[in-house]
C-alpha cells in the first residue's frame, strides 16, 4: 500500500524520540485513563470499533508498515478520537522501550503474520522475548488477546506460552461482546477470513492477579 499524500496522521500519530525513554501516557493523552494497545492494527478496524465504544478508554496502536499506520492515524484524526494514537514502529522494541512496568489494562494481538516456513519461525511476535515485555508492562490480572486463523502458529503460541508457565490461559472472549458486536474482533483479516471460511484460533492469556 503507497502512502497517500491526502493524509493528515498528526495529531493521532505519536512521534517520539528514542531518547525519550519511558514515556507518561498520561500526559500522552493529556487524562488519566485505563490503556489498550493493540500490536499490528493494520489500517485501525478494531481499535475504530473500541474507540467508539468505549470513549472512557484511552488506545495505542502499533504498526510497523508506514502506509497502514499513517492511513490508520489519519482514520482517528477524521473521527476526532483524541484518546487513540497511532506509532509506527516495532513493537517489540516500542514496548521495551517506551512502556513502564504494569502500565496496561488490555493488549490485543490479532492475526499476527504466521511466518510458516520453518526458517522464519524467529520472525514471528509470539515467542518468550515477547512474552516477557507482555507480562511486565500489562497490569496484574490484565489480558492478552490473540487471534489467529494459523492451526500451526497457534500450536506453537500454545506451546510457548505453556513453556513460559507465568500467564493463565482462558477461552477467548470478544473485547467487543459486551457492545453487542457480532464479530470477534472486526478487523480487515478477520473478514478477509470469514469470507473464504478459514476456522480461527484465540485465546486469553491472563497475567496473574
Ligand atoms: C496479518 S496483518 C493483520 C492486521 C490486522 N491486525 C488485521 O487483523 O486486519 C499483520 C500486521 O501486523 C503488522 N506487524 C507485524 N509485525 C509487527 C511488529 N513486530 N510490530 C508492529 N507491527 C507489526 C504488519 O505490518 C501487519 O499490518
Same mark, same amino acid.
Request: avoid cysteine.
Given at each position: 500500500m ?5 493524509? #493528515?496522521?498528526?495529531p493521532n500519530?505519536? /512521534? ?5 525513554g519511558?514515556? /507518561?501516557?498520561e500526559?500522552?493523552f493529556s487524562r488519566?485513563? =485505563?490503556v489498550e &494497545?493493540e500490536?499490528g492494527s493494520?489500517k485501525?478496524a ?5 474507540a467508539?465504544a468505549?470513549?472512557?478508554? /484511552?488506545?495505542i496502536g502499533?504498526e510497523?508498515a *508506514?502506509?497502514?499506520?499513517?492511513y ?5 484524526r477524521?473521527?476526532s478520537?483524541n484518546?487513540?494514537r497511532?506509532v509506527n514502529?516495532?513493537a517489540?522494541w516500542?514496548?521495551r ?8 489494562d ?9 511466518w ?5 519461525h524467529?520472525r514471528?511476535l #509470539?515467542?518468550k522475548?515477547? &512474552? ?6 500489562l ?10 486463523d494459523?492451526?500451526e502458529?497457534?500450536e506453537?503460541?500454545?506451546?510457548t506460552?505453556?513453556?513460559f508457565?507465568?500467564f /493463565?490461559?482462558e477461552p477467548?472472549?470478544? =473485547?467487543l461482546?459486551?457492545?453487542?458486536a457480532?464479530f470477534l474482533?472486526?478487523? *480487515?483479516f ?7 471460511n478459514?476456522p480461527?484460533y484465540?485465546l486469553?492469556a491472563r497475567?496473574?492477579g
Amino acid at each position: 500500500m503507497a502512502l497517500k499524500s491526502h493524509l #493528515i496522521p498528526e495529531p493521532n500519530l505519536l /512521534n517520539v524520540a528514542d531518547s525519550a525513554g519511558i514515556l /507518561n501516557l498520561e500526559q500522552v493523552f493529556s487524562r488519566a485513563a =485505563p490503556v489498550e &494497545l493493540e500490536i499490528g492494527s493494520g489500517k485501525g478496524a478494531f481499535l475504530l470499533q473500541m474507540a467508539t465504544a468505549f470513549p472512557e478508554k /484511552n488506545f495505542i496502536g502499533i504498526e510497523w508498515a *508506514n502506509a497502514y499506520a499513517a492511513y490508520a492515524a489519519d482514520r482517528f484524526r477524521r473521527h476526532s478520537h483524541n484518546h487513540v494514537r497511532i506509532v509506527n514502529g516495532e513493537a517489540l522494541w516500542w514496548m521495551r522501550v517506551h512502556l513502564a512496568d504494569t502500565t496496561l489494562d488490555a493488549l490485543h494481538v490479532y492475526f499476527p503474520d504466521p511466518w510458516p516456513k520453518s526458517r522464519h519461525h524467529k520472525r514471528r511476535l #509470539i515467542q518468550k522475548s515477547f &512474552l516477557q515485555q507482555s507480562l511486565r508492562i500489562l497490569k496484574p490480572a490484565a489480558p492478552l488477546h490473540i487471534v489467529t486463523d494459523h492451526a500451526e502458529y497457534f500450536e506453537h503460541m500454545r506451546h510457548t506460552f505453556a513453556e513460559f508457565g507465568q500467564f /493463565n490461559i482462558e477461552p477467548f472472549i470478544s =473485547p467487543l461482546r459486551s457492545v453487542g458486536a457480532d464479530f470477534l474482533v472486526g478487523t *480487515n483479516f478477520e473478514k478477509k477470513y470469514v469470507a473464504e471460511n478459514r476456522p480461527f484460533y484465540s485465546l486469553i492469556a491472563r497475567k496473574p492477579g
